[in-house]
C-alpha cells in the first residue's frame, strides 16, 4: 500500500465511450503524474500537475484530458480512444513540486484499459 | 537525461546476494542516479538513490563506480518477493521531475 489508489483497476471500453480514471493519494503530496505504460514501450510520462496546476503534457493526444481539482485528486477522462490506447495507466505523486531531482515518486496500483 | 544500460534479465536464487548492474557512461556531474522497480500488476517503486558515495537503506545497497561511469544495486538476500523489474534512471540536479524509464532489468529469483 503506496497511499496512491486508483479506480477503477480494469475497464474495458468501446472506441465511442467516454469514461473517466480516477486516483487519489493521501500523502499530502503536491505534485501529480499520469504514466502509460505499455506492452511493449517503457513506462511513458503524460502528464504533471504541480499544487492543482498542469506543467507537463508530453505531447499526448487529445482524447486523454487530464483534470486535476485538488492536490489528493487526479483524473483522465477518455474519449474516442483507440485499441492502440490499450496500456496500464498509472498514477503516482511526490511531495516537491517540479525540479526536485531527489524527490521519491509513489506510484498507484494501475489501471488496466482495453480498448476495443 | 542521460541514457542508462542495463541488462534484460537476470536469474538468481532465494537467500543469494544479487548484483544488478547499470551502465551510465554519459552521466553528467549533476545527475543522482534513481532506483525503482515493479513488482508484477504493481506500479513501480522507489529502491534507493544516489549521486557519488555508496548508499544504503532498508531494502538494498548502492555501489557507485569512482568515476559514475557504472552503478550497482545490491539485494543482500533475494527473497521470491524481490523478483521484478528493477529500472536504473538517472535525474538531472538541473531540475526536470521526469522520471525517464528504460526497458529495466527482470530479476527472477528461484527457489
Given at each position: 500500500e503506496t497511499g496512491v489508489t486508483q479506480t477503477p483497476r480494469h475497464l474495458v471500453m468501446g472506441m465511442t465511450n467516454k469514461k473517466s480514471l480516477k486516483c487519489e493519494q493521501?500523502?499530502?503530496?503536491?505534485a501529480m503524474y499520469w504514466y502509460k505504460q505499455s506492452a511493449k514501450k517503457p513506462l511513458e510520462l503524460m502528464f504533471v500537475y504541480n499544487f492543482k496546476e498542469q506543467?507537463?503534457?508530453?505531447?499526448?493526444?487529445?482524447r486523454f484530458s487530464p483534470e486535476c481539482p485538488n492536490s489528493s485528486h487526479l483524473f483522465l477522462h477518455l474519449h474516442t480512444?483507440?485499441?492502440?490506447?490499450?496500456a496500464l495507466y498509472l498514477c503516482a505523486s511526490s511531495?516537491?513540486?517540479?525540479?526536485?531531482?531527489?524527490d521519491t515518486q509513489y506510484f498507484g496500483p494501475g489501471t488496466r484499459l482495453t480498448v476495443l | 537525461d542521460a541514457k542508462t544500460t542495463q541488462p534484460n534479465s537476470m536469474e538468481s536464487n532465494e537467500e543469494e546476494p544479487v548484483h544488478l548492474p547499470c551502465n551510465?557512461?554519459?552521466?553528467?556531474?549533476t545527475d543522482y542516479i534513481h532506483w525503482y522497480r515493479q513488482l508484477p500488476s504493481q506500479g513501480p517503486e522507489y529502491v534507493i538513490h544516489g549521486l557519488t558515495s555508496n548508499v544504503n537503506n532498508r531494502m538494498a545497497s548502492l555501489a557507485i563506480a569512482e568515476d559514475r561511469k557504472s552503478s550497482t544495486l545490491i539485494l543482500h538476500r533475494a527473497t521470491l518477493r524481490d523478483a521484478a523489474v528493477y529500472y536504473c534512471i538517472l535525474r538531472d540536479?538541473?531540475?526536470?521531475?521526469?522520471?525517464?524509464?528504460?526497458?529495466g532489468t527482470k530479476l527472477t529469483v528461484n527457489p
Open positions: 493521501h500523502l499530502g503530496h503536491n506543467t507537463e503534457n508530453n505531447s499526448v493526444p487529445s480512444l483507440q485499441p492502440e490506447d490499450s511531495q516537491e513540486p517540479s525540479g526536485a531531482f531527489t | 551510465h557512461s554519459t552521466i553528467s556531474g540536479q538541473g531540475g526536470s521531475e521526469k522520471l525517464v524509464f528504460g526497458k
